[in-house]
């Protein structure tokens, strides 16, 4: 049976599918249990969950340290850090800690950790409130990193995200928490590491994740070319063959994403195609990405992040190449 949820919803439903299902899951975090979160992503469910769900102290290296010494003795813990920029704080503990302590231990102990936290631009937050800083989380070894990009991918994204024995980073986009509803399977988890093709097409790739998903599909609308779009849902690990294979059949690829040009996942994204697919390439890739620059506050915010016209525009520089 589905439900038609917001993404918000899907997340609150997902935590509550699975603080029933597993006894050793705790959900914890700055104003997650009695005001239900800062986006309400929590409502309700101390009142249900009173010795699993509870707030924890303004301490964002603390929120994921606890986790890690919950996760290795035998819980799951579910922390939320507010914004993703808050994160940094604790980003110690994830690099030295969380992503480490199977490799450190030979395996004798894991870290069944899933840091849920909302990322992005699009809604005129104060700095520090909307940045996606996913290429850092990407580049440390043992950290899985995940971007749902609708409710129902949500649900089967964080679904697999907090049964996996290994650390996951769950970056939600912010402007899609209450921007659209689908509907949400009650069953639903979707393996980590598999790209999805969102649309098919033959004559250019584009790929996308989280909030420039439906910005990409915008952008196709408008465009007079047969173009096939890639969701790859986990950023690390990669599922480099969806890409690679998608790319042999266009020859030519786009790669989108909200976060800085320089360093981003476009170029390694980029670089993996011409390990696997340089010689079916008509055109070089093209990226269509934030600027080098702080995320701009409010009016301006909206110059910055990639939009269906500068997407659109990417497509046809890919198309024309040639």
């Known amino acids: 049976m589905a439900e038609r949820l917001r993404m918000i ?47 924890s102290p303004v301490a964002e290296a603390g929120i994921v340290g ?56 699009g809604i005129h937050a104060l700095e520090l409130h909307s940045e996606s800083f996913e290429a850092g989380f990407a580049h440390v070894p043992g950290l899985q990193v995940v971007f749902p990009a609708s409710p129902a991918e949500t649900k089967g994204l964080l679904t697999a995200a907090i049964r996996d024995p290994d650390p996951v980073v769950f970056m939600e986009p912010t402007r899609l928490y209450r921007s659209f509803r689908e509907e949400v399977p009650d069953e639903h ?18 790929v996308a994740w989280g909030s420039m998903l439906r910005e990409t599909l915008d952008a196709v609308e408008a465009v007079d070319a047969s173009v096939e779009v890639i969701d790859p849902r986990t950023l690390y690990p990669l ?64 110059d910055y992040l990639p939009d269906a016209d500068r997407i659109a525009d990417g497509i046809r520089r890919a198309l024309e190449f040639g």
């Not at 598999?194 to 649309?199: M, N, P, S, T």
Request: net charge negative; with cysteine.
């Open 189 to 206: 988890e979707i393996p980590l590491g598999e790209a999805r093709v969102v649309r098919p097409g033959d004559d250019v790739t584009v």
């Open 239 to 302: 599922d480099t063959a969806t890409i690679a294979d998608s790319v042999k059949g266009t020859g030519r690829c786009v790669v989108v994403h909200e976060a800085p040009r320089t360093a981003g996942m476009a170029g390694e994204i980029t670089a993996r195609i011409n390990e696997e697919a340089f010689l079916y390439l008509e055109a070089p890739v093209e990226r269509v990405t934030g600027y080098d620059v702080p995320v701009p506050m409010f009016a301006r915010e909206d």
């Open 9 to 55: 919803e899907a997340v609150r439903e997902t935590l509550r599918a699975e603080l029933e299902r597993d006894d050793s899951v705790v959900v914890y975090g700055e104003d997650v249990g009695r005001a239900g979160g800062v986006f309400r992503a929590t409502e309700g469910l101390m009142d249900d969950y009173p010795d699993r769900v509870f707030d």
């Open 66 to 121: 606890t986790g890690v010494g919950l996760a290795a003795t035998g819980m799951t813990p579910v922390p939320e850090i507010q914004f993703q920029s808050f994160l940094y704080q604790g980003f110690h503990q994830l690099a030295q800690h969380a992503a480490r302590i199977r490799s450190r231990t030979r395996g004798t102990i894991t870290c069944p950790m899933t840091v849920r936290t909302p990322y992005g631009g």
